[in-house]
């Protein structure tokens, strides 16, 4: 199991105020019921950008939206208005978000894999970030209809280099910009840590900057690039979900996904014990001779 490295801590996410309540599956869609739903402030969900990528189901998606509400909703919601009878998503929102986040974890893991000298994890970004060969077109659909250019006019020269480090670099900057299409709601903030968070032991006057999403969806990007840059970050190795690491050991990302590894183990020992042994023609156990 392979644990990203902390970094430094970015601008503080910030969110607004959101519903979340009973959710189920109508089909293809995921409705919350909004006469049960409570209002709750997503600040106190650090982990919700990593627990947003770990959504695979409809099912899951369901637990989602109870436990952290809808990846939108109307407007009119934030401005402290009651929560309609019903809200709706289709799941294939959820999905699609999940699926950008997974990739973005893991392409920036090969990178960090591959800058220490990973020759696997740099095949895999060479094969979707390699280099572009000058002369081949590329179709560009405009206004007029489609037209085919060649490469060489569309991209910077270190687009055709073929030097690991360029291929690395383009790789990360994939990555920067993934996020950056997920944060297109979101826009600086000056705050008041002790009028935010109501605590009296912060001291007035302390002004701090960050960066506020107007959807929940923004705000799972948020803290996504957040725990990308400052927690360590694993691939469970039973189910195969990204989870943050509390402790170094850790190798699952959950006591359910640790006991099922623990019971396949078992029942793989027992296997090999239980297989009877070989035995001769003449009904004795055969054994290995030895030379």
């Not at 995921?30 to 709750?40: S, W």
């Not at 020759?119 to 000058?134: I, M, S, T, V």
């Not at 990007?221 to 990204?242: G, H, K, M």
């Amino acid at each position: 199991m392979k644990i990203d490295t902390p970094r430094r801590t970015l601008l503080s996410p910030l969110a607004y105020s959101w519903f979340r309540g009973p959710a189920k599956r109508e089909r293809d869609v995921i409705v919350m019921d909004g006469l049960r739903a409570e209002r709750y402030e997503p600040l106190l969900e650090p982990r919700i950008g990593v627990e947003l990528s770990r959504v695979r189901t409809p099912d899951e998606a369901v637990s989602f939206v109870t436990r952290f509400g809808m990846l939108t909703q109307p407007r009119h919601l934030l401005e402290g208005e009651s929560c309609p009878a019903e809200i709706w998503q289709p799941f294939a929102d959820f999905e699609r978000a999940s699926e950008d986040l997974r990739r973005i974890h893991r392409t920036l893991s090969d990178v960090r894999k591959g800058s220490a000298g990973d020759r696997e994890a740099l095949a895999r970004l060479r094969k979707d970030f390699g280099p572009l060969e000058p002369e081949k077109e590329q179709r560009i659909e405009t206004a007029a209809g489609t037209v085919f250019i060649e490469a060489r006019a569309l991209y910077p020269p270190e687009y055709f280099s073929k030097d690991e480090r360029t291929i690395l670099i383009k790789a990360s900057d994939w990555a920067a910009g993934a996020l950056n299409n997920g944060l297109i709601d979101a826009h600086p903030c000056v705050f008041e840590p002790a009028q935010l968070f109501q605590d009296p032991r912060r001291a007035p006057g302390r002004l701090c900057v960050g960066i506020l999403a107007e959807t929940l969806l923004g705000f799972c990007y948020l803290t996504f690039a957040q725990a990308l840059s400052t927690e360590p970050i694993a691939v469970c190795d039973e189910c195969n979900r990204i989870f943050i690491v509390d402790d170094k050991r850790q190798k699952f990302c959950e006591p359910a996904c640790a006991n099922r590894a623990r019971f396949r183990r078992f029942k793989d020992n027992r296997t090999v014990k239980s297989t009877p042994k070989k035995r001769s023609q003449h009904g004795k156990t055969a054994r290995t001779r030895r030379r």
